[in-house]
């Protein structure tokens, strides 16, 4: 059926080419030329154009050229014949117009050719474009998923670490309450020492527990809740938490909040969970006391909003060998700490879409940032 269509189609211009011909010649010749008709004569010699020109724009240059000879052909005999040279004398004029039929049909003959030349080229340029966007794309999703297996492996090395960094967390606990189990357990112990190791037993029991509950923090994927809420009544809260201590260490404590401030979207109970971190962290950096100062601002640079909570303290201030490590889990200095407090930070913040940053100097204060988008959708 396809093949047999495109045989027509292929048939179709020279049968309308040589209907034409036959038609405008026929005419041509039943007419002839008189002094009366030149009109008509007129007529059918520019109706010739119209096969040398359909031939020349359908096949080229070649087309256009036989085309010529054979209108030439076909025109000439009635013209320069005896009665078309008693009505137009000696011809020159008429083997001009001849002439003129050949420069029509090469003309438009290479003109046609050059335009299909041309198509052909943009044909080929935009077929090759097609293939370099291919080409494109295929790279693009192989990065993707390059990129997708790369962070697969960090995940399953992080996991690593962690796992590994748990287990020396709880063995070194385990081994201390064993340690004092087994000195409870000889008879010859005295009863003033066994209650001085029984507190010991509990305190590292204590710290087990909050090993075990602070990773499961960490480690647990929970959805945020989120709801609009005010930063400051947020942090008056946790320092209302905070209060005895604050009191007891004698810190003096500053607030700058911005008024009437954005209320960004939040997860309440877990960004409350982050800022009593940092805060634990600040009053535990200044046992002898201190100021601590709160701030909040909007921050409206690079064109998104931000809400800016910064937590600054007087105290102890961090080393600087120090510094690069303390987002990583089990990071401490202290001898009770668990090091999972700021990367639980870490971690709610970037689930907020929002970041943490963390400025310090060894005996100057500690200064830290936490950043929460305001016109963005926080995952969940
Ligand atoms: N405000 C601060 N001043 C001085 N050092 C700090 C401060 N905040 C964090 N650090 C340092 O970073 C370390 C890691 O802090 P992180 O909160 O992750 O764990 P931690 O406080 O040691 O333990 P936990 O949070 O379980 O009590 C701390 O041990 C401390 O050395
Ligand atoms: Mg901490």
Same mark, same amino acid.
């Given at each position: 059926?396809?093949?047999?269509?495109?045989?027509?189609?292929?048939?179709?211009?020279?049968?309308?080419? %040589?209907?034409?011909?036959?038609?405008?010649?026929?005419?041509?010749?039943? *007419?002839?030329?008189?002094?009366?008709?030149?009109?008509?004569?007129?007529?059918?010699?520019?109706?010739?154009?119209?096969?040398?020109?359909?031939?020349?724009?359908?096949?080229?240059?070649?087309?256009? %050229?036989?085309?010529?000879?054979?209108?030439?052909?076909?025109?000439?005999?009635?013209? #320069? +014949?005896?009665?078309?040279?008693?009505?137009?004398?000696?011809?020159? !004029?008429?083997?001009?117009?001849?002439?003129?039929?050949?420069?029509? +049909?090469?003309? *438009?003959?290479?003109?046609?050719?050059?335009?299909?030349?041309? &198509?052909?080229?943009?044909?080929?340029? %935009?077929?090759?474009?097609?293939?370099?966007?291919?080409?494109?794309? !295929?790279?693009?999703?192989?990065?993707?998923?390059?990129?997708?297996?790369?962070?697969?492996?960090?995940?399953?090395? *992080?996991?690593?670490?962690?796992?590994?960094?748990?287990?020396?967390?709880? &063995?070194?606990?385990? %081994?201390?309450?064993?340690?004092?189990?087994?000195?409870?357990?000889?008879?010859?112990?005295?009863?003033?020492?066994?209650?001085?190791?029984?507190?010991?037993?509990?305190?590292?029991?204590?710290?087990?527990?909050?090993?075990?509950?602070? #990773?499961?923090?960490?480690?647990?994927?929970?959805?945020?809740?989120?709801?609009?809420?005010?930063?400051?009544?947020?942090?008056?809260?946790?320092?209302?938490?905070?209060?005895?201590?604050?009191?007891?260490?004698?810190?003096?404590?500053?607030?700058?909040?911005?008024?009437?401030?954005?209320?960004?979207?939040?997860?309440?109970?877990?960004?409350?969970?982050?800022?009593?971190?940092?805060?634990?962290?600040?009053?535990?950096?200044?046992?002898?006391?201190?100021?601590?100062?709160?701030?909040?601002?909007?921050?409206?640079?690079?064109?998104?909003?931000?809400? &800016?909570?910064?937590?600054?303290?007087?105290?102890?201030?961090?080393?600087? !060998?120090?510094?690069?490590?303390?987002?990583?889990?089990?990071?401490? *200095?202290?001898?009770?700490?668990?090091?999972?407090?700021?990367?639980?930070?870490? &971690?709610?913040?970037?689930?907020?879409?929002?970041?943490?940053?963390?400025?310090?100097?060894?005996?100057?204060?500690?200064?830290?940032?936490?950043?929460?988008?305001?016109?963005?959708?926080?995952?969940?």
């Amino acid at each position: 059926m396809g093949a047999q269509k495109v045989h027509v189609r292929h048939l179709t211009r020279p049968v309308v080419l %040589a209907v034409i011909i036959l038609v405008i010649t026929a005419q041509h010749y039943l *007419t002839g030329v008189s002094h009366e008709n030149l009109a008509l004569h007129n007529i059918h010699y520019l109706l010739y154009f119209l096969p040398i020109l359909m031939a020349a724009l359908w096949y080229g240059l070649l087309g256009g %050229a036989l085309m010529a000879v054979l209108v030439s052909i076909l025109y000439a005999p009635v013209v #320069f +014949g005896p009665v078309g040279h008693r009505v137009f004398g000696s011809g020159i !004029e008429k083997a001009l117009e001849l002439v003129l039929y050949n420069v029509v +049909g090469w003309v *438009t003959g290479i003109l046609s050719e050059r335009e299909r030349r041309e &198509r052909e080229q943009y044909r080929r340029t %935009a077929e090759e474009l097609q293939r370099a966007y291919q080409k494109l794309h !295929e790279q693009t999703d192989l990065i993707v998923e390059k990129e997708e297996q790369l962070r697969r492996a960090e995940r399953l090395s *992080t996991l690593g670490e962690l796992a590994a960094g748990i287990a020396h967390e709880i &063995r070194n606990p385990l %081994a201390s309450i064993k340690g004092t189990a087994e000195i409870l357990q000889d008879p010859a112990t005295p009863d003033r020492k066994r209650a001085e190791f029984l507190h010991v037993m509990v305190e590292e029991a204590n710290r087990l527990n909050a090993v075990v509950a602070n #990773f499961l923090e960490l480690a647990r994927f929970k959805r945020l809740h989120c709801e609009q809420a005010g930063v400051n009544d947020l942090l008056w809260r946790m320092l209302q938490i905070a209060e005895f201590q604050l009191t007891r260490k004698n810190i003096a404590v500053r607030t700058h909040l911005m008024p009437e401030l954005p209320e960004p979207s939040l997860d309440v109970g877990q960004m409350e969970q982050a800022i009593l971190n940092v805060l634990l962290n600040a009053i535990g950096s200044m046992p002898d006391g201190g100021t601590l100062t709160l701030s909040t601002c909007l921050d409206q640079t690079n064109g998104s909003r931000k809400i &800016r909570i910064e937590i600054a303290d007087t105290g102890a201030g961090i080393a600087a !060998e120090h510094l690069p490590h303390v987002f990583e889990p089990f990071f401490t *200095t202290k001898s009770d700490g668990t090091g999972l407090g700021l990367s639980i930070v870490k &971690r709610i913040l970037n689930a907020h879409g929002g970041s943490v940053e963390i400025a310090s100097e060894a005996g100057q204060g500690t200064r830290v940032t936490l950043t929460v988008p305001l016109d963005s959708e926080t995952g969940g």
